[in-house]
């Protein structure tokens, strides 16, 4: 079969002739762009139980093994606006294709790196591949598919893979590294973006918009330099605390330089990020509910980690495999998710998904120091708390990327794609610094336990921000996110 290369330009009269149930065709491509963004969700969490081996592999100091983590989340989460926006001029596919086969030839280069110069490079490119496909990716999925129950059936079971592979991601990279070698953890990406880079041109057709877009360059940069200001200086925070230099320049040169993006895009005549577009109240919120999603649960993955490890004594591969009840929960909740949107709102799943996360994660504050009791309690409320989060997930997806055009969907899921991977970026490092304080900065095991369920605390009325954010800003017609 040829490569398909239609573009779209009049998404409205094809929608209107688009079946209401998934035909072979898209099921085979919903297939080849969620395998991908599996595998990218995978990437955020592979190794961070292969770090001490990576390490001892490679002659990392403890000090720079964190770089191995950071490198990639800097350019994962500073490039994604500016390649969403890349995407819309010279074609999502393009670059969908091209930055997966930029993940497989990173991942081998990681996976045959014999220096920590050639490792914290190949994190780099594997960070900017990432940045690249997760909004093209998207932003094909959207265009794909009609808005209403195709899309959001589409979205939940995107939604469910992606928290799942950040969750396998953890088991997989501690399964692989015991059994195997830390490398693994790279060469798993090596066949997978080759596959989907072989059968994705012949079945995924071309999206952008009818018109042009001109690249607003200083929008780009700024926002592209904000952001990885922000993210820097959280991670340095996270490990050396709020005062230290590095975190207060790092956070300082963030605000100054994102806020210099908002007077540029008040200028240029085809800004980057539309002042217009960002006034929306499913965008503005939409993403805001998504931000703290992502902070929420992926920072109580660390959480636990550390609760685990420290306070039970369990090896970081039980402590991995744990969490393959949070992955179940997390899918049952993409699957689920749809059916609620459909018969009743996005504000009534974002509420209710919001309210189910809070209450059993404010549940694991009961945890305490013994292995039965404590998995008892773990198990069920990690489960439902995973489902909770995975509503709000979905709903935050079909809110933020509904009633926009399709020339306008490059832009709406770059931001969400941002929220997603800015959340994933700073969780762990905001409850890493509140685990320090709420420990005294000691290490035993009853002190991490303290901590840990300090940090827990915050975490549940985070989640109770995002559910009163969805109850106040957003309303809801026919079960649609109001424009």
Request: charged letters at 10%; zero cysteines.
């Amino acid at each position: 079969m040829p490569p398909a290369t239609t573009v779209a330009t009049d998404p409205a009269a094809d929608r209107e002739s688009e079946p209401q149930r998934l035909t072979g065709r898209s099921k085979l491509v919903l297939g080849v762009l969620l395998i991908a963004q599996f595998m990218l969700a995978v990437d955020f969490s592979i190794l961070n139980v292969a770090l001490p081996a990576i390490g001892d592999g490679l002659g990392f100091s403890l000090a720079d093994l964190q770089w191995v983590a950071t490198s990639f989340a800097l350019s994962a989460a500073g490039f994604t606006l500016f390649f969403g926006r890349i995407g819309d001029l010279i074609g999502r596919k393009r670059i969908f294709i091209g930055s997966l086969g930029l993940l497989g030839v990173a991942s081998l280069a990681g996976g045959l790196a014999t220096s920590p110069e050639v490792l914290l490079a190949a994190r780099v490119a594997q960070g900017l591949a990432t940045a690249a496909a997760t909004p093209a990716g998207l932003s094909l999925l959207t265009t794909s598919f009609a808005e209403g129950p195709l899309r959001q059936k589409a979205l939940g079971v995107n939604g469910a893979l992606m928290s799942a592979g950040f969750t396998t991601g953890a088991i997989l990279g501690g399964v692989l590294t015991d059994l195997l070698s830390w490398r693994w953890a790279f060469f798993v990406n090596v066949p997978v973006a080759l596959a989907v880079v072989l059968v994705a041109p012949a079945v995924i057709k071309e999206s952008r918009p009818a018109g042009r877009p001109r690249l607003d360059l200083p929008g780009a940069l700024t926002v592209t330099l904000g952001l990885l200001g922000l993210v820097y200086g959280t991670t340095q925070a996270g490990e050396h605390g709020w005062t230290h230099p590095h975190a207060l320049t790092g956070l300082a040169a963030g605000v100054l330089l994102l806020t210099a993006f908002v007077l540029v895009e008040r200028r240029v005549a085809a800004p980057l990020v539309p002042l217009g577009t960002l006034r929306r109240p499913t965008v503005a919120w939409g993403n805001l509910l998504g931000l703290l999603a992502f902070v929420t649960e992926t920072s109580l993955v660390y959480l636990l980690t550390l609760y685990l490890q420290k306070t039970l004594g369990f090896s970081p591969l039980a402590a991995g495999v744990t969490f393959g009840v949070l992955g179940a929960g997390t899918v049952v909740g993409g699957l689920l998710a749809p059916r609620l949107l459909s018969r009743t709102s996005t504000v009534t799943v974002l509420v209710g998904g919001g309210l189910v996360q809070a209450v059993f994660t404010a549940a694991l504050l009961l945890l305490g120091t013994t292995t039965g009791a404590s998995l008892a309690l773990l198990l069920p409320a990690t489960f439902f708390g995973g489902v909770g989060n995975m509503l709000v997930i979905v709903g935050f997806m079909v809110t933020a990327t509904s009633g926009l055009p399709d020339a306008e969907q490059g832009l709406a899921t770059g931001l969400a794609s941002m929220s997603q991977q800015v959340g994933i970026t700073l969780g762990t490092p905001v409850m890493s610094a509140v685990v320090t304080a709420g420990s005294a900065g000691a290490a035993t095991a009853s002190a991490v336990h303290r901590g840990v369920l300090t940090a827990v605390a915050v975490n549940a009325g985070l989640v109770l921000v995002g559910v009163l954010v969805a109850a106040l800003f957003l309303r809801s017609r026919a079960g649609r996110p109001a424009a």
